[in-house]
């Protein structure tokens, strides 16, 4: 599928796309390889992407491979939180003329946060890979996540405000974007501070290391799932609102 797509962007002036799991992308990796080389307008959509996907279990449950896109040269990756994201996401893909992208989505259902209202902000700026999604004036805490576990960090802002402690979430659904923008906005969604940074994603927390410094906690996957509801996943590998507030305030009280 994935030689396919990359003969019609060559021959036919159409903008394809084709879509499978996320974990099976390591099969279509030379393809992958080949756009990014080529420059080639191919449009990737992965589905399935994290242990949320439950009962298949760690056969289908992708862990390493946003990260193995990752290093893919000229690949820009795109994991949306919401539909709001996910429109972004399309635009990006149709916009960008000189190499692939991927448009990775999870299996479960999720949450579309009411944008410019409840203090969540316009979706705009995700085309720049990362912004400011809702924050605190006095914030303690930067929760970065992208797609699903997004939601898990504006959960977990609810509980550490009740804790009296103020929070930032910065939304990065696409990492290779955000390392193109200019050190200056960087630093106004990723201040180069002491101040706290959390990473959250259901999957292998390598990567989180070039943007959280060195005050960071990192809530992830570095081992193969297991088949279970998704919830009861995430319930065992602590990828839940209460076990990261409580790390949080755990990590801030000791100041270590």
């Avoid at 290779?176 to 201040?191: A, G």
Wanted: hydrophobic share 40%.
């Amino acid at each position: 599928m994935g030689s396919v797509m990359n003969g019609l962007a060559l021959s036919s002036g159409i903008i394809p796309f084709g879509d499978y799991f996320l974990v099976f992308s390591d099969y279509m990796r030379p393809s992958l390889r080949m756009a990014a080389l080529m420059k080639i307008q191919s449009i990737f959509v992965y589905t399935h992407d994290s242990i949320g996907l439950g009962e298949d279990g760690p056969t289908h449950q992708p862990i390493e491979h946003i990260n193995a896109l990752s290093l893919i040269p000229n690949l820009v990756n795109f994991r949306p939180m919401d539909a709001n994201e996910t429109v972004i996401a399309w635009k990006t893909a149709i916009e960008r003329k000189d190499g692939p992208t991927t448009i990775i989505l999870t299996r479960q259902g999720l949450p579309v946060y009411k944008r410019g209202k409840d203090g969540f902000a316009n979706v705009t700026n995700a085309s720049k890979g990362a912004y400011v999604l809702t924050e605190d004036e006095n914030y303690e805490v930067i929760l970065v996540a992208s797609g699903s576990e997004v939601e898990i960090a504006v959960d977990t802002k609810v509980k550490l405000n009740k804790k009296g402690i103020g929070v930032r979430v910065v939304s990065m659904p696409s990492k290779e974007l955000f390392n193109m923008q200019s050190e200056r906005y960087k630093n106004t969604v990723l201040p180069d501070d002491n101040v706290l940074k959390v990473g959250i994603e259901a999957g292998s927390t390598s990567l989180w290391c070039n943007y959280l410094g060195n005050n960071k906690l990192v809530f992830g996957i570095d081992h193969f799932g297991a088949s279970a509801p998704y919830e009861i996943l995430y319930e065992k590998y602590g990828l839940t609102a209460d076990n990261i507030a409580g790390k949080v305030l755990k990590k801030l009280k000791s100041g270590k």
